[in-house]
Structure formats: C-alpha cells, structure tokens
C-alpha cells in the first residue's frame, strides 16, 4: 500500500538553529500537508500546498516556517530558528482529489529542541 | 478553538463488545467528518469518513453516524477487538477538496480481552 514518508523520525536540535524535515507523498496525489502534535495535545494543521503554492496556512505558521517542493517527489518544512516550543511530533499527509479516500499521513519527525 | 470536541478522553470495553465513540462539533460550515487511529510514534491511519449530505457509512466493522442537527459524530466498532486499542481522533473539513483538518483531542480506546 503506497505511504507518505518522512524523514528522519527523530531531530535533536539546539534552540535557534535551523531544522528541514523531509517528506516524500504519495506520488499520485495533489494536495500536501503538515501538521503537528504538540505531548498531549491535539493534532494542529500547519499548513496545506496544492500546485506549487501554499492553499492556507495557521497561525502557527508564522515567518519562522515555511514549505517547499523542491522536486517532483520531496515537500520540506523549514523552521528558520527553532524555539523550545517547537517540539513536537511533526506529521506529513497528502491526499488526492476526492476526500473519500481520506487523508494519508507519514509516521512523523519527533523534533525536540533543547 | 474547539470546533471539534471528543469529550471522553479514554475508554474502556471488552472483547466482542460494541464500542461506540463520540464527536462533537460547533462549525456548522463543517462538511465532511473523518476518523482515525493512531497508534504511538505513528501517524493517524484513516479509518472512515462520511459526508455531510449522509447519515451513516459501514466499512466493515466500522460505522460512522452523523446527526447533523446535533451537530454529533459517533463511530461504533463491532465486535471490538484488542487490536483495535489505540487513540481514536475524529477531524472535521469544509468547502473545497484538500481543505485542512480540525482535529479532536482523541479518544484512547482499550479493548480488553
């Protein structure tokens, strides 16, 4: 069964340091997404990309985010200087275009930020 | 923001028991509802999802209810079965195709045998 996969599962990373989590979707599929859950939290949407641009995005993504394609295969996200609040489980999720298939989300990136 | 509420955060059942889990939500604008299942250092994995326009879906031994006017989700599980404890998340959509996700806090379901 095709899966979303993202790399690398696990980031330690110095506080106001630059950190790059990497996805790979499902290669068919149009719409991408990053979410993140923050311990004990609910899952929060991020941002969602759809034909090389940003669709809609959250509060949360402020100036320190942002998201690229860089090829046909690769969606990145890219928090320019991490703060302790940072941490979190980092979830990609692609979709096609009907929402009856759901939307398929990668395992994660645990970014920790000490 | 609690546009999507799961107001029990565990729950527990036995074995070849029905589990029914439950969801709340204020946006009326919402139109599409889905749930999911998570299990720890994974994603969530889709399990169903039903339109606005329905009132029930069945996939198998998952079935999703929706009462619009209650503005209310339920998915029931039957038989339930130990492999099915996890974190259950019900998520909300509106508008167009790839529209962002509002998740619940999630449900952690435990099916003893």
């Known amino acids: 069964e095709p899966e979303v996969t993202q790399t690398p599962s696990h980031q330690v990373t110095q506080m106001g340091q630059e950190v790059i989590l990497r996805c790979v979707p499902i290669s068919n599929h149009l719409y991408f997404y990053w979410y993140r859950q923050i311990l004990g939290q609910k899952v929060e949407f991020l941002v969602s990309f759809y034909n090389n641009e940003i669709s809609e995005k959250s509060e949360i993504f402020d100036d320190q985010f942002s998201v690229e394609r860089p090829d046909g295969s690769n969606f990145t996200l890219k928090i320019r200087s991490t703060k302790l609040e940072d941490s979190a489980m980092y979830f990609c999720?692609?979709?096609?275009?009907?929402?009856?298939?759901?939307?398929?989300f990668g395992s994660g990136t645990r970014l920790t930020v000490v | 923001d609690q546009q999507v509420k799961q107001n029990s955060p565990s729950l527990s059942v036995q074995e070849g028991r029905i589990s029914i889990l439950n969801c709340d939500y204020t946006n009326s604008m919402f139109d599409y509802f889905l749930w999911y299942k998570k299990y720890p250092a994974e994603g969530p994995t889709f399990l169903i999802s039903?339109?606005?326009?329905?009132d029930k879906n069945e996939d198998g031994r998952f079935t999703v209810f929706l009462n619009k006017s209650a503005k209310h989700l339920s998915l029931h599980i039957v038989p339930s079965q130990p492999g099915d404890s996890a974190v259950y998340f019900c998520a909300a959509s509106r508008g167009n195709q790839g529209g962002k996700l509002i998740f619940g806090q999630g449900t952690e379901l435990s099916v003893k045998p």
């Open positions: 039903i339109s606005s326009i329905k």
């Open positions: 999720a692609s979709s096609e275009v009907s929402r009856s298939s759901g939307y398929t």
